[in-house]
């Protein structure tokens, strides 16, 4: 089991940067994949970023491509989400996810995760 706890949301306006931050605490989240995906109201929870295990490959969302970089420190069972340059429609609730499956494929599908944190929300104001 895993637990995950995310922090950092809050209210930014158009252009700032913000990081997200996600400990985990348990079954250790190094064996894990990890990803971020966020949730706006009245819409879909769709993928943002995700990282594999030691952190060599990374993955991201189009529409975050080049404004958001995700890493992760094992040492301290933590995962990052720096976002920059945000936009309005960067507002929604984020959320830390992690891969039990111990396979090497980054996932993008919100089925692909088994452990999920409550979310952190982030507005973006213009």
């Known amino acids: 089991q895993v637990q995950l706890v995310e922090a950092g949301g809050g209210l930014v306006q158009a252009g700032d940067s913000r990081r997200l931050s996600c400990a985990a605490s348990g079954r250790t989240h190094s064996f894990y994949n990890m990803g971020w995906f966020r949730q706006a109201p009245g819409k879909e929870r769709e993928f943002v970023a995700a990282m594999s295990k030691t952190g060599g490959r990374t993955s991201y969302a189009d529409s975050v491509k080049g404004r958001f970089t995700i890493s992760r420190d094992n040492a301290k069972n933590t995962v990052y989400l720096q976002m920059n340059s945000m936009k309005p429609e960067d507002t929604a609730v984020y959320y830390c996810?992690?891969?039990?499956?111990?396979?090497?494929?980054?996932?993008?599908?919100?089925?692909?995760?088994?452990?999920w944190g409550q979310g952190t929300q982030v507005t973006v104001s213009s």
């Open positions: 996810a992690a891969d039990a499956s111990l396979g090497l494929m980054l996932q993008t599908a919100r089925a692909a995760y088994d452990y």
